[in-house]
């Protein structure tokens, strides 16, 4: 495709290494035609880089096979995922699977991007629902706003939480920053 059809979210091969294009500007410098500069992802380790590309130059599009997984269950530094439409199963390491396991229940669905059967990245739900095991009772009197107490969760993570959640209330965690979202009634 030419560097004029690029468009946000896409993925691109340039130098035999994956991008994700994070942002683009059509750039008009002084002399000479306009530019293409880009910000682009890499998908390997995250790093970014800003690359200019002349309207009529041509990059190759890459189409990853994206598939949504389930999470079946961790044992050491193995985690399990389960393909929803084949059921087969695959087993990745801490490093492959990142913050997953602080997050995720068993039959938890995660998003799997994978380029050429070669996996790429788990992407996990934005928000997941929790049950608080341990946290300190609340303080009688305590009406200041951000008294914030640390509360442990089912799967082991400890977040920062408002002083009237109690053990057995079930929280909203945001999985992008690990904070405390809210309380969720059942």
Not at 142 to 164: D, H, I
Not at 165 to 185: M, P, Q, W
Request: proline letters at 4%; charged letters at 25%.
């Amino acid at each position: 495709m030419r560097a004029s059809e690029m468009r946000k979210g896409q993925t691109v091969k340039i130098d035999g290494k994956l991008y994700a294009i994070v942002d683009y500007q059509h750039v008009k410098l002084g002399k000479g035609g306009a530019v293409y500069q880009t910000k682009l992802k890499r998908l390997t380790d995250g790093s970014i880089q800003n690359v200019r590309l002349r309207a009529e130059e041509t990059v190759e599009e890459a189409f990853l096979d994206k598939r949504t997984y389930e999470y079946l269950y961790s044992a050491g530094r193995e985690h399990v995922l389960m393909d929803t439409t084949t059921y087969e199963q695959m087993s990745l390491d801490d490093d492959a699977f990142g913050d997953g396991p602080k997050y995720l229940r068993p039959n938890t669905q995660v998003q799997v991007s994978m380029y050429q059967g070669r996996l790429l990245g788990v992407t996990l739900p934005n928000t997941v629902d929790l049950e608080v095991t341990d946290t300190p009772p609340e303080i009688r009197g305590a009406t200041a706003t951000s008294q914030n107490k640390p509360a442990t969760l089912e799967t082991g993570l400890v977040v920062q939480v408002p002083p009237f959640i109690k053990v057995g209330d079930v929280i909203r965690v945001d999985t992008r920053t690990g904070e405390y979202v809210t309380r969720v009634k059942e």
